[in-house]
């Protein structure tokens, strides 16, 4: 179970400048246009790696689910929808998610 103070942890990395910037620079190339939840994968594990038992949380399937949620409401306040879902993850050197949901801006 994702316990609160770990759902907090968490937004904080989706929420942060560096994890906004990213997911934002993969919705905004309509040609190279790749899953928002794939560019910060590196930084989700790079803030849980040295600790297992929260790693190990963000790996199963509900928190994930639950990170793609927030992600879509993150992206949401930044003025982008989803463009298109179950896109194939691309294996970054962190592999969290197989598939994700790509974004294109709202106009």
Same mark, same amino acid.
């Given at each position: 179970?994702?316990?609160?103070?770990?759902? !907090?942890? &968490?937004?904080? @990395?989706?929420?942060?400048?560096?994890?906004?910037? =990213?997911?934002?620079?993969?919705?905004?190339? =309509?040609?190279? !246009? !790749?899953?928002?939840?794939?560019?910060?994968? #590196? #930084?989700? +594990?790079?803030?849980?790696?040295?600790?297992? #038992? *929260?790693?190990?949380? &963000?790996?199963?399937?509900?928190?994930?689910?639950?990170?793609?949620? =927030?992600?879509?409401?993150?992206?949401?306040?930044? +003025? +982008? =929808? @989803?463009?298109? !879902?179950? &896109?194939? @993850? *691309?294996?970054?050197?962190?592999?969290?998610?197989?598939?994700?949901?790509? +974004?294109?801006? &709202? @106009?």
């Amino acid at each position: 179970m994702l316990e609160e103070s770990l759902k !907090r942890e &968490i937004e904080a @990395v989706l929420r942060s400048e560096g994890s906004i910037t =990213k997911m934002n620079t993969a919705s905004e190339n =309509k040609m190279l !246009r !790749r899953p928002a939840a794939e560019a910060i994968e #590196d #930084d989700l +594990y790079l803030n849980f790696k040295n600790d297992r #038992d *929260k790693l190990r949380t &963000i790996l199963e399937d509900s928190t994930k689910m639950w990170i793609g949620k =927030k992600i879509k409401e993150i992206m949401s306040e930044n +003025y +982008y =929808k @989803v463009s298109e !879902r179950g &896109i194939k @993850v *691309k294996h970054n050197k962190h592999t969290i998610f197989s598939t994700a949901s790509s +974004y294109e801006p &709202i @106009v």
